[in-house]
Structure formats: C-alpha cells, structure tokens
C-alpha cells in the first residue's frame, strides 16, 4: 500500500508540474503572439506614416516647382510693361504682408524651453507673439511655422499645435523687426523676464540681422471675406 501511495503521490506530483509547465508555455504562446501581433500593427502603421509623408514630400516639390514656372512667366511677362511691372510689386509685397513668401532681414531669436518645474503653454506663446506684433514684427515663425492672421496656436498636453503641425519644446520663435524695439521683451516685467523669474521657464533672446523665415506653407481659406468691388 505504501509503495502504491508512494507512486500515486509522485504521479500526482508530476500530472501538476506538468499542468503548470502547459498553461505557463500557453501564456507565454500567447503573450509572444501579442507582441508579434503588436510589432506587426506597429510596422503597418510606420510604414503608411512613411508612405504619406513621402506623398506630401513630392506634392511640395512639384508645388515648388510649379510655383517657380510661373514666377519666371511673370518676370517674362512683366519685363517689358510698366504697368505689370507694379502690379507684379503690388502682388509681391501683398504676399510678403499675408505671409505667402519667404522673408529675411534684421530682428531677433527667442528661444522657449520647459523648466523642471512647469511646461510653456500656448497662452504663453500667444502673449509673446502679441507683444512682437506690438513692437513692430513684421514676419514672426514659431519653429519654422509661418505665423499668419489665421494661425491657430493651439496646447495639448506638452506640445503645441501650430498650423496643423505639432511642436514640442524648445520653441524657436524669429522676428523680423528693429532689433533693439524687439529686445525689448526681456525687459523686467516684460513677458519673457515673467517666465523666466515666475516659473522659471527657460528663456533667451538675441539679436540678428540675418534672420529667415518661410513662407506660410498652408492653404489661406478666407470664409467671410468678400470684395467691395
């Protein structure tokens, strides 16, 4: 009887260690499927990621190029007419003003970065583009996004979306100006030196006379103007 016990114990023993080595080979089955699963989603998604930017890539270098043509048919058209001539001006500091074409000259660099202890938002954003339109800006990008009348400046979470286009910190923001009128936003008091003292935000400020800034590369949409004419 003792040796049937014996053997029936061990057996018993064995049918449970076997039981766990199953069900534990099962989860792990399972749990390498997931992941596999989940790799593979991953690489789906990155490569149609891939697959639109790519899309977007050649619908702006054919935009630029088309949008080259046709600048070389006005200056064609325009070389020899005076009154063309001032129209082509008139088109071209229109664009320069609603922010269609690429702009440099003189103004200064701000650079925005999150501190240890609280994020840049977008009221903070807002409140130093404000204050450069105020002292004279005359073209102002936020991390080579063209800031225009409609530009929405929108936060979420830790990023900011500009234009459509998301933006993490550090936020470069160029002005174009009279350098020493633009400076003068680190003023004590001023908005960047509030930043800096209040809550220890990460600021700096430089003059430049040679700054760029792109053009708007969205499409303007004016939904409720109209011409008086």
Known sequence: MTNKK????????MCFALTVGICIQ?????????VVSQNYEENNLRAEVLKYK?????????TERIENELQLEIEK??????????????????????????VSGSGVVIRVEDSDIDLVHDIDILKIVNELKN???????INEQRIILTT???????????????I?????IKAIGLPETLANLSRPGGVLNNL???????????????????KYSGVLNFKYLSSTN
């Not at 002292?135 to 990008?141: H, K, N, P, Q, R």
Request: charged share 30%; glycine share 8%; hydrophobic share 35%.
């Open 26 to 34: 099962a989860k792990t089955v399972k749990k390498s499927s997931l």
């Open 77 to 102: 058209a325009t070389s020899n007419n005076s009154e063309l001539e001032e129209a082509k001006n008139q088109i071209n500091d229109g664009n320069k003003i609603i922010g269609l074409t690429e």
């Open 135 to 141: 002292a004279g800006a005359e073209a102002i990008s």
């Open 196 to 214: 800096e003292d209040e809550r220890k935000i990460k600021v700096s400020i430089k003059k430049s006379n040679d700054i760029t800034i792109p």
């Open 152 to 166: 929405p400046i929108i936060c979420g979470g830790n990023i900011i979306t500009i234009n459509g286009e998301k």
């Open 168 to 172: 993490g910190s550090p936020f470069e």
């Open 6 to 13: 014996t053997i029936s114990l061990v057996f018993g023993i």
């Open 54 to 62: 790519e899309r977007y890539d050649n619908l702006l270098k054919e």
